[in-house]
């Protein structure tokens, strides 16, 4: 398999930020660690290896970015508003830089052809920023796979609420987002998927996941929002299952 390292300085959050790449073609998927995890984690995790088919037969290029969640999410600094900040600059730095860097590198890996939006994915605070960057901007993103997201923000900011911790709350800005807006257009385009367990440690995921899926119904958005069984844990073991099986369905 193919494997490449880079290390790029961000102007969002003002120090170098590490990313992998896996493959040599394919349509092009943006893979968030787990909470406070690294670029790395993915592969040593063994996701790579359960999707490794995809990517060594040039069906998908993954990229594998670092995070900023020690800042924000897991942060526990009494500036609530500077952790929801960080929080923001991260999602500036994944679209505006980012991005722009893995249309560039994956249509030069696809011979020129025409750019293809990014596919999202992630596990736990992962599949929380898989989703997040995808239903705030529809334009750059295809779909994603989210595996045991947490999608309420009530649950890293349980005694704080402003205007940034809204924007990143799922539950919250698709519940306020009129049936009109244009994002609600967008979203009937994509491939979403979400996809939890029922059972050890998957909640308040198992909740978030219920509510998305009453979110998506209301609006007439075609998300799949599947939810396995008593016996499938928040762990990589089912993780590793689960992507490829979802995977299967958007490429």
């Known amino acids: 398999m193919k494997?490449?390292?880079?290390?790029?300085?961000?102007?969002?959050?003002?120090?170098?930020?590490e990313f992998k790449i896996y493959g040599y073609a394919g349509m092009p998927v943006l893979a968030f660690p787990s909470q406070d995890g690294r670029f790395f984690d993915f592969e040593d995790q063994g996701m790579i290896g359960s999707i490794?088919?995809?990517?060594?037969?040039?069906?998908?290029?993954?990229?594998?970015?670092?995070?900023?969640?020690?800042?924000?999410?897991?942060?526990?600094?009494w500036d609530h508003r500077k952790a929801i900040e960080?929080?923001?600059?991260?999602?500036?730095?994944?679209?505006?830089?980012l991005c722009p860097r893995i249309y560039q590198i994956n249509q030069e890996a696809n011979g020129g052809l025409p750019?293809?939006?990014?596919l999202t994915t992630g596990c736990s605070?992962?599949?929380?920023?898989?989703?997040?960057?995808?239903?705030?901007?529809?334009d750059i993103f295809s779909g994603c796979i989210a595996l045991s997201g947490a999608?309420?923000?009530?649950?890293?900011?349980?005694?704080?609420?402003?205007?940034?911790?809204y924007a990143n709350s799922p539950v919250d800005y698709l519940d306020g987002m009129p049936y009109s807006h244009p994002y609600v257009d967008l979203y009937r385009t994509k491939n979403?998927?979400?996809?939890?367990?029922?059972?050890?440690?998957?909640?308040?995921?198992?909740?978030d996941a219920a509510r998305m899926k009453e979110l998506f119904a209301?609006?007439?958005?075609?998300?799949?929002?599947?939810?396995?069984?008593?016996?499938?844990?928040?762990?990589?073991s089912w993780w590793k299952q689960q992507l490829p099986y979802f995977m299967n369905y958007v490429c």
């Open 218 to 236: 209301y609006k007439n958005i075609p998300a799949w929002v599947d939810f396995w069984g008593k016996d499938v844990c928040h762990d990589w």
């Open 115 to 118: 750019q293809q939006n990014i």
């Open 86 to 97: 960080n929080q923001e600059a991260y999602f500036h730095y994944i679209t505006e830089e």
């Open 3 to 17: 494997i490449t390292y880079r290390k790029e300085f961000s102007y969002h959050l003002h120090r170098d930020m």
């Open 151 to 165: 999608y309420n923000a009530r649950y890293f900011f349980p005694d704080y609420w402003d205007d940034l911790t």
């Open 52 to 77: 490794a088919s995809y990517i060594e037969s040039g069906r998908i290029q993954v990229f594998c970015c670092d995070s900023n969640d020690v800042n924000s999410w897991s942060s526990t600094n």
């Open 192 to 207: 979403i998927i979400l996809c939890c367990g029922q059972g050890a440690w998957e909640h308040p995921m198992q909740e």
């Open 125 to 138: 605070l992962g599949a929380t920023h898989a989703l997040n960057v995808l239903l705030r901007r529809p």
